[in-house]
């Protein structure tokens, strides 16, 4: 009887680690940042890319990105105005991940990163036109041809009303 309750115990924990790690490491993968193996001139060259079509994103989020260490070539899926003068640009690379850059100040306002715009390269699609994206303090930004919900840790959230989508 001890002897089998042992055994049952060193099985547990072991499965235990095994899921463990396997969790930590998915943690992991999704909070690094994507890497780019090697440039060319044509631009970076990674593992399983694919053609990119569409307008090209801000040529500002496209410094930022590069900046940053990722990608050099962003095109637009989805350009939202909202009704309280935020513009909202979500971005795929080569490799399918996707960005969000948007910012303030009306339609005609400069992109200036860290003063009136914002820049988040871990952004999730959940449906078509839906994305969801969450910064560094840990805001909630949800995007859809609708609406730009912004959801605070504090638990303040504001909703804006999209006035036009491309």
């Known amino acids: 009887m001890v002897i089998a309750t042992v055994f049952l115990t060193i099985i547990g924990m ?33 593992a399983s890319t694919r053609p990119l079509t569409g307008p090209s994103c801000p040529p500002e989020t496209l410094q930022t ?29 080569a490799q399918g991940r ?32 839906d994305y969801v994206g969450v910064d560094d303090k840990g805001t909630r930004i949800e995007v859809t041809r609708k609406q730009l919900v912004v959801r605070r840790p504090t638990g303040k959230t504001q909703v804006d009303t999209v006035s036009s989508a491309e």
């Not at 396997?22 to 044509?42: C, F, G, I, N």
């Not at 996707?98 to 959940?126: E, H, I, M």
């Open 14 to 46: 072991t499965a235990g680690f095994v899921l463990g790690e396997r969790h930590r490491r998915a943690l992991a993968a999704a909070a690094s940042p994507p890497t780019v193996h090697e440039s060319t001139s044509a631009g970076p060259v990674t």
């Open 65 to 93: 990105s590069i900046d940053r260490g990722f990608a050099d070539d962003l095109r637009q899926v989805l350009k939202i105005y909202t009704d309280n003068g935020t513009t909202v640009w979500i971005c795929t690379d």
């Open 98 to 129: 996707f960005y969000y850059q948007s910012k303030t100040g009306g339609r005609d306002s400069p992109l200036l990163q860290d003063q009136n715009a914002l820049f988040l390269y871990q952004v999730t699609q959940l449906g078509v036109d």
